[in-house]
C-alpha cells in the first residue's frame, strides 16, 4: 500500500470510468473483503450500505446510524489503495440543513 492522497484516489477513480476495460467495482461489508479485492487485482472497491448494515445486525433500509455507516467506510477506506465508491444509507435528512449535515459528514 502507497497511502495515496484522496485527491490521487479520486483521480484514478475518474480515470477508470473512462476505460477500457469496463469497471466493475465489488461491493466490501468491511474492511477484510475490500483488502481481498485489492488484492485480487481489482482497480477499486463499493461499499455496500446493505452489506454493512447486516454485517453490523441491521436490516437493510435506514436502520443503522450515518454515524456507524460511516466508521465501517472510514476503515474500509484506510485498508486499501484503491479508490472507494461509498454506498450511504442513512443520513438523509428531511430538511436541507440535515442534508447538507449528512454530505459534509460523508
Same mark, same amino acid.
Given at each position: 500500500?502507497?497511502?495515496?492522497?484522496?485527491?490521487?484516489?479520486?483521480?484514478?477513480?475518474?480515470?477508470?470510468?473512462?476505460?477500457?476495460?469496463?469497471?466493475?467495482?465489488?461491493?466490501?461489508?468491511?474492511?477484510?473483503?475490500?483488502?481481498?479485492?485489492?488484492?485480487?487485482?481489482?482497480?477499486?472497491?463499493?461499499?455496500?450500505? %446493505?452489506?454493512? +448494515?447486516?454485517?453490523? !445486525?441491521? /436490516?437493510?433500509? &435506514?436502520?443503522?446510524?450515518?454515524?456507524?455507516?460511516?466508521?465501517?467506510?472510514?476503515?474500509?477506506?484506510?485498508?486499501?489503495?484503491?479508490?472507494?465508491?461509498? %454506498?450511504?444509507? +442513512?443520513?438523509?435528512? !428531511?430538511? /436541507?440543513?440535515? &442534508?447538507?449535515?449528512?454530505?459534509?459528514?460523508?
Amino acid at each position: 500500500m502507497t497511502n495515496s492522497t484522496q485527491r490521487e484516489k479520486a483521480g484514478r477513480f475518474l480515470a477508470l470510468h473512462h476505460g477500457p476495460p469496463i469497471l466493475v467495482l465489488p461491493n466490501a461489508w468491511d474492511a477484510v473483503p475490500a483488502n481481498l479485492f485489492e488484492q485480487e487485482g481489482f482497480q477499486a472497491v463499493a461499499t455496500t450500505s %446493505g452489506g454493512i +448494515a447486516a454485517s453490523l !445486525r441491521y /436490516p437493510d433500509g &435506514e436502520r443503522m446510524t450515518l454515524c456507524e455507516n460511516l466508521e465501517v467506510v472510514r476503515r474500509i477506506a484506510q485498508a486499501v489503495d484503491i479508490p472507494v465508491s461509498a %454506498g450511504i444509507e +442513512a443520513g438523509c435528512g !428531511r430538511r /436541507p440543513e440535515e &442534508e447538507a449535515q449528512a454530505a459534509r459528514a460523508v
